[in-house]
């Protein structure tokens, strides 16, 4: 299953970036998160690997992070796993010619079991999770 969405964030390219990199921030725009556990590499640099622990639904759910390509200001690429399956996400970053930016996200899913048969019949789920943490990050950028 692949996707694509984006927003607009009404800030300079230079801010998006800062608080996309901020690892502290992370909090502040994804739902449930409640800690990130690094296990190799420099954090948000080609390779890292990081544990992302969640509360979701009062049920605590791990997700390992692999960072895959890091261009930013204008992309990053990340690999998770958990037990739904796996999932690519790229991240883009563009300017406009008013001084915000773009942000788009192209989502590519293996999910694995019953969730094949979610992600059949629910993309628009799938799609609405992944808008939900780009207005979030949206949100505390412009705050």
């Not at 190799?40 to 969640?54: I, M, Q, R, Y």
């Not at 690519?88 to 694995?112: C, R």
Request: proline share 3%; no cysteine.
């Amino acid at each position: 299953m692949n996707y694509t969405v984006s927003n607009t964030i009404n800030k300079s390219l230079e801010e998006v970036i800062k608080k996309f990199k901020d690892p502290e921030g992370l909090k502040h725009w994804m739902e449930g998160l409640q800690r990130i556990e690094y296990i190799s590499g420099t954090p948000g640099e080609v390779g890292a690997k990081s544990n992302l622990h969640f509360l979701h639904k009062k049920k605590e759910m791990k997700i390992s992070e692999t960072v895959l390509e890091q261009n930013l200001p204008n992309q990053m690429k990340f690999s998770y796993q958990s037990p739904m399956g796996n999932n690519e996400v790229e991240m883009l970053f563009e300017e406009t010619s008013d001084g915000k930016v773009k942000q788009t996200n192209n989502s590519y899913f293996e999910l694995k079991g019953v969730m094949k048969i979610m992600g059949f019949i629910g993309k628009g789920m799938f799609k609405k999770q992944s808008l939900k943490y780009m207005d979030a990050f949206k949100a505390y950028v412009e705050s």
